[in-house]
């Protein structure tokens, strides 16, 4: 929006209409072509102004007694615990913002259905943005702490997967390299959390591999899996949904899928 003022300079020659009174009709003439002139300078230089946006501001921040850990915000619902990972789903309906949260451990969340969302932090400027659906997103928040609300600024439920991991790190834990297995592609890959998306068609298999950690699997799409781990005979079948999270042991396994996507 677009607002405008219009001032004559102090120095303008008309100061009052008076004194067109007893001058010539080519004076007045002038005197109006004069003012006309001035008011368009004037007008356009006052609109040119008021475009100009002030940069963004930190916001102040909020009293410690607003701040909650991100695993007790009320729209942060925890789905699993271990001593290693916190695993939470998120839901931020639409128009509507979390509190203000700490988020004090290494995060990675993944967005099932994504929306533009509004990010307020404690320490810096507001900041817009879009989660986009099935994007992962990393925060390395070990040791550098941030604080920060988010308003759902979409028509539709925000809904993520998302986990903390609660023991500082790296650990070490062994290699986790599988360029050779069927089906994974890296797409997350921090000193203290490595990410695969997995693709099967419905019978294909993985193959053995070794996940020498603790994991997390989320679901996008698909019905049915099958699970074996090594050398037992016998396979355990998951019946699975879309937007599924839950925690994996390490251990040497293949995943089959069972289903008809």
């Known amino acids: ?44 230089f006052s609109g040119t102004l008021l475009l100009i946006t002030p940069p963004a501001v930190a916001q102040e921040h909020p009293p410690a007694s607003e701040i909650v850990p991100t695993a007790e915000e009320p729209m942060h619902h925890v789905i699993a615990q271990t001593d290693d990972i916190t695993l939470m789903r998120v839901l931020i309906p639409a128009g509507q913002h979390t509190l ?16 533009p969302v509004e990010i307020q932090y404690a320490d810096k400027p507001t900041k817009d943005t879009e989660m986009m659906t099935g994007k992962i997103r990393f925060g390395a928040h070990q040791g ?24 500082a790190g790296p650990r070490h834990f062994g290699p986790s390299d599988r360029s050779n297995v069927k089906g994974f592609s890296l797409v997350l890959d921090k000193p203290s959390v ?37 050398g037992e005979n016998l396979v355990t079948t ?18 089959i899928n069972a289903g008809n996507q």
């Not at 490595?194 to 294909?204: A, D, F, T």
């Open 1 to 44: 929006t677009l607002s405008l003022h219009v001032a004559l300079p102090i120095s303008h020659p008309l100061k009052s209409t008076a004194v067109l009174s007893n001058v010539s009709a080519d004076t007045k003439r002038e005197y109006f072509l004069m003012l006309i002139k001035s008011l368009l300078a004037t007008t356009f």
């Open 100 to 115: 203000w949260h700490e988020q004090h451990l290494d995060y990675v969340n993944t967005a099932i259905q994504g929306t």
């Open 144 to 167: 550098k702490p941030d604080t920060d609300l988010v308003k759902n600024t979409g028509k539709t439920v925000n809904h993520q997967v998302a986990f903390e991991i609660r023991q």
């Open 194 to 230: 490595r990410g695969w998306h997995v693709h099967l068609e419905p019978g294909e298999s993985t193959g053995e591999y070794q996940q020498s950690g603790p994991g997390v699997r989320i679901i996008f799409s698909g019905d049915r899996l099958l699970s074996q781990a090594h």
């Open 238 to 255: 998951e019946n699975i949904h879309p937007a599924d999270g839950y925690i994996v042991k390490p251990g040497k396994r293949r995943i």
